[in-house]
């Protein structure tokens, strides 16, 4: 697929996915969906990759629905309004039911779309001088509907509640004190920060484990005491059949390093 809204690259085991529309602060709109859709679902059927990097052309990380496409939508009917925002639900469930880890690197706004963009990752790292957040939807009266879902899972209600009713922008250091993101580092430290994270994920750890442990914190939602465990029971079982968990038992055993 040809991107127009994106950069897509692979190198050194990550997929680089980078929004690259700086004139428009990396905004959303339908096409843009599209395409991340497309390209998160093309770098988890990449063999080669095993980390995926969330990231924003220019000052921004992306500050949400693009103005034009906001205008559009206010002329379309129920069943197109509902359609479209499936787009954006799908969107949301492959970035986080992705097999591989995700990494969003926040280098400035991540507001509204753009916040509930990081808010799917299963890290979040942000420059303390410059990143931003916000589920700014109420204030133009509307609700971050989708990313809600997943917010609640990330936070807990009460935090959650607290940013959805107030619309309110909050830095880097206090989206780490709520536990929006995972590192907010200075400004000239985020790409070794990020760079560090990779190489740990990449060099220490199964891509096949931690594919099952996603497919876990996916499905466990919901279910049972007696259900999740024997859920629970079912995937140890599987885990210990992989190729990997026999490559890092033996490894183990060894002293040596396990070939991922």
């Known amino acids: 697929m040809q991107f127009t809204r994106l950069l897509y690259e692979t190198r050194d085991r990550k997929a680089r996915i980078t929004l690259n529309r700086p004139e428009k602060r990396n905004a959303l709109d339908d096409v843009m969906v599209k395409e991340l859709t497309a390209s998160f679902s093309q770098a988890g059927n990449d063999q080669n990759v095993k980390v995926v990097l969330l990231m924003g052309a220019g000052p921004a990380f992306c500050a949400g629905a693009d103005l034009e496409y906001l205008q559009r939508l206010s002329k ?17 469930r492959v970035i986080h039911e992705l097999r591989k880890p995700v990494i969003a690197v926040v280098n400035g706004p991540a507001l509204a779309g753009g916040c509930g963009l990081a808010t799917v990752c299963d890290f979040v790292i942000a420059s303390k001088e410059k990143a931003k957040f916000g589920y700014t939807e109420v204030r133009i009266g509307f609700i971050p509907a989708v990313v809600m879902i997943f917010l609640i899972k ?9 940013l959805i009713l107030r619309g309110n922008i909050i830095d880097a250091v206090e989206a780490k004190q709520v536990g929006l993101i995972n590192m907010a580092v200075a400004e000239k430290e985020l790409q070794s920060a990020t760079d560090a994270l990779c190489t740990e994920i990449i060099e220490q750890n199964s891509g096949t484990a931690m594919g099952l442990c996603k497919e876990m914190l996916s ?17 140890n079982a599987a885990a210990r059949m992989t190729p990997d968990c026999k490559e890092g038992i033996s490894a183990f055993l060894k002293k040596e390093k396990p070939q991922w």
């Open 76 to 92: 379309f009917d129920l069943e197109e309004n509902r359609a479209d925002s499936l787009q954006l639900a799908n969107l949301f």
């Open 154 to 162: 990330r936070v807990g209600e009460a935090t959650a509640r607290e």
């Open 219 to 235: 499905k466990l939602h919901g279910m049972n005491l007696v259900d999740s465990l024997d859920f629970a029971a079912g995937m």
